[in-house]
C-alpha cells in the first residue's frame, strides 16, 4: 500500500497506526462505521436478488436478468412530448444509464403513447447495435418494463423484433382504476396477466421503480420548461416581459400552444389584456 500511495503522490508516503490514544479511537471508530455500513449495503444486495429472483420467476424468465431497464412516455398538453428510461441493476438504481428522448417527429399526434415508444425504442436500440453490435457489453438489458398495458407490450415487442432482439424479455405494468397503485397489473408477452397482494414486497419493489421512473420524468419535464422559460420567440414581442412569458407558459404548456390560441384564450391568461392579447395574436399570425 506504501508503494502504490508513494507512486500516486510522488514523494515518499509514510503510513502511521497508532495503537493507543485520540487517534487510534478514531480509527477504530472509522473502521466499525465502515464495516457496518458495508454489511447495510451487502444486506440490500442480498434483498435486491432476491427480489430479482421472485420477479424472473413470476413473469417466466429462464434466468435471474443483470439489468432491467424502464421506459416511460409523457407530455403536458401535448407538448414536451419526452421518452425516458430508467435502469436498475442488483446493487440498486444505476442513474450514470438513464436516458431521456425528446420526441422529433413533429407529425405525432400529441398524446399518440405507441408513437413516442416506437421512436424512443427505435432511437435507443439502433445505438445500442451501432455501440454493441456483438452484445457483449453490459449495456444490454435483461428486462424491459413498460408503463400501460398489452397494447404497449405489444407495440415494445414488435419494434424489438424489428431489429433482431427478440430475446430481450418485456413486460408492462398498468394501473387499475383511477390509477390506484395498489393494484397493479402485470401484462405478460403471452398476453397472460396477473396481480399482486397488497402487501406482496414484489408489488413494493415495482412501485419503487416506477417512483424513480416517475421521478425522473419530471425532472426532465422541469428541465426542459426551465430551459424554455429562458430562450423563446415570446422575448421578440413588444410588451412581453419575464413574468408575462412565465404566465404564458405557464398557462399555455408551451410556445407552440401560445401560437395556436386564439384572442379569447390569451386574454384567459393572467396579466394579458385584450390589447396584449391582440399584439401576440398578430405576432404569430400576421407575419405568417
Not at 442488483?90 to 399526434?109: A, C, D, H, P, V
Not at 396477473?194 to 406482496?200: I, S
Not at 430551459?227 to 405557464?250: E, F, M, Q, T
Not at 386574454?267 to 398578430?282: C, D, L, P, W
Amino acid at each position: 500500500m506504501v508503494t502504490v500511495l508513494s507512486e500516486l503522490r510522488g514523494t515518499k508516503v509514510k503510513l502511521n497506526i497508532p495503537k493507543r490514544g485520540e487517534r487510534a479511537l478514531l480509527i477504530e471508530n472509522a473502521v466499525r462505521n465502515a464495516r457496518e455500513s458495508l454489511n447495510r449495503k451487502l444486506s440490500e444486495v442480498a434483498s435486491q436478488i432476491l427480489l430479482f429472483e421472485r420477479l424472473a420467476e413470476k413473469v417466466g424468465l429462464d434466468e435471474i436478468p443483470e439489468i432491467i431497464e424502464v421506459y416511460d412516455n409523457s407530455h403536458i398538453q401535448g407538448s414536451y412530448q419526452y421518452g425516458t428510461m430508467i435502469c436498475v441493476g442488483k446493487e440498486g438504481f444505476l442513474k450514470s444509464s438513464y436516458r431521456k428522448y425528446k420526441i422529433r417527429n413533429e407529425q405525432l399526434t400529441p398524446g399518440d403513447d405507441y408513437g413516442m415508444m416506437r421512436e424512443v425504442f427505435t432511437r435507443r436500440f439502433r445505438r445500442l447495435l451501432e455501440e454493441d453490435p456483438e452484445k457483449n457489453s453490459m449495456l444490454w438489458p435483461d428486462l424491459i418494463i413498460v408503463d400501460g398495458g398489452q397494447g404497449q407490450l405489444t407495440a415494445a415487442k414488435e419494434i424489438l423484433e424489428n431489429f433482431g432482439l427478440d430475446e430481450i424479455s418485456v413486460i408492462s405494468v398498468s394501473k387499475g382504476p383511477n390509477r390506484d397503485q395498489h393494484i397493479e397489473t402485470i401484462h405478460l408477452a403471452d398476453k397472460s396477466r396477473f396481480k399482486l397482494e397488497k402487501n406482496d414486497s414484489l408489488l413494493f419493489f415495482i412501485q419503487r421503480i416506477r417512483d424513480e421512473a416517475h421521478r425522473f420524468e419530471i425532472g426532465t419535464h422541469r428541465s426542459a420548461r426551465r430551459k424554455n422559460l429562458r430562450r423563446s420567440s415570446l422575448d421578440a414581442i413588444p410588451g412581453i416581459g419575464a413574468g408575462r412569458k412565465h404566465a404564458l407558459l405557464h398557462h399555455f404548456g408551451s410556445v407552440k400552444e401560445v401560437k395556436k390560441a386564439g384572442i379569447d384564450d390569451l386574454k384567459a391568461v393572467q396579466g394579458i389584456s385584450e390589447s396584449m392579447a391582440r399584439t401576440i395574436h398578430s405576432y404569430y399570425h400576421d407575419t405568417q
